[in-house]
Antibody, heavy 123, light 108 residues
Framework: QVTLKESGPVLVKPTETLTLTCTVSGFSLSNARMGVSWIRQPPGKALEWLAHIFSNDEKSYSTSLKSRLTISKDTSKSQVVLTMTNMDPVDTATYYC???????????????WGQGTLVTVSS | SYELTQPPSVSVSPGQTARITCSGDALPKQYAYWYQQKPGQAPVLVIYKDSERPSGIPERFSGSSSGTTVTLTISGVQAEDEADYYCQSADSSGTEEVFGGGTKLTVL
């Protein structure tokens, strides 16, 4: 079955760089037209889309966070990595990775989600 | 930046019909998607491409679209449907994904 699992630090200091890894199983990151997104949710607040990457290495970023984000994938390891620079306490959130199915290539949506990982930004 | 607008809360009694709206200027040209999120859990896709229902989602969940507003309808609401519901779509250029602010559905 399809699963996604996020991993990374639970605590980062302000100004540090956050690196999160999404390890997927049950599908391949080389499957045509499929992709993986990162989405976050501050405590008690709404979901916010951050970035996605497709099997053909096409990438897209949130306009408001683009300067701080980098998304990449390692197909052989079934991993998608997100880095976010210059972390701030307002970046405290649960970070989710989610799969974009093949029929979501032109109109992205998310059919499977990881459990999420809470990242706290504090000195 | 592009925004999707949802009512903060909707309340219904068990067995009644709940309707949750989502408004956005680009909705006439972009599909909408709906997610259900229960406390402490990841979101679950309940409607895709305006009105399609993924396998495993009960038939009481349906979606519709009219102009700049899309609607999630839950017919015969059950206690287990109490959750936060988020709409999602893209901006007019299709390059940026956006979520609505979420609607808390309370089953009285």
């Amino acid at each position: 079955q399809v699963t996604l699992k996020e991993s990374g630090p639970v605590l980062v200091k302000p100004t540090e760089t956050l690196t999160l890894t999404c390890t997927v199983s049950g599908f391949s990151l080389s499957n045509a037209r499929m992709g993986v997104s990162w989405i976050r949710q501050p405590p008690g607040k709404a979901l916010e889309w951050l970035a996605h990457i497709f099997s053909n290495d096409e990438k897209s970023y949130s306009t408001s966070l683009k300067s701080r984000l980098t998304i990449s994938k390692d197909t052989s390891k079934s991993q998608v990595v997100l880095t976010m620079t210059n972390m701030d306490p307002v970046d405290t959130a649960t970070y989710y990775c989610a799969r974009i199915p093949a029929d979501g290539y032109n109109y992205a949506f998310f059919d499977y989600w990881g459990q999420g990982t809470l990242v706290t930004v504090s000195s | 930046s592009y925004e999707l607008t949802q009512p903060p809360s909707v309340s219904v009694s068990p067995g009644q019909t709940a309707r949750i709206t989502c408004s956005g200027d680009a909705l006439p040209k972009q599909y909408a998607y709906w997610y259900q999120q229960k406390p402490g859990q990841a979101p679950v896709l309940v409607i895709y491409k305006d009105s399609e229902r993924p396998s495993g989602i009960p038939e009481r969940f349906s979606g519709s679209s009219s102009g700049t507003t899309v609607t999630l309808t839950i017919s015969g609401v059950q206690a287990e449907d109490e959750a936060d519901y988020y709409c999602q779509s893209a901006d007019s250029s299709g390059t940026e994904e956006v979520f609505g602010g979420g609607t808390k559905l309370t089953v009285l």
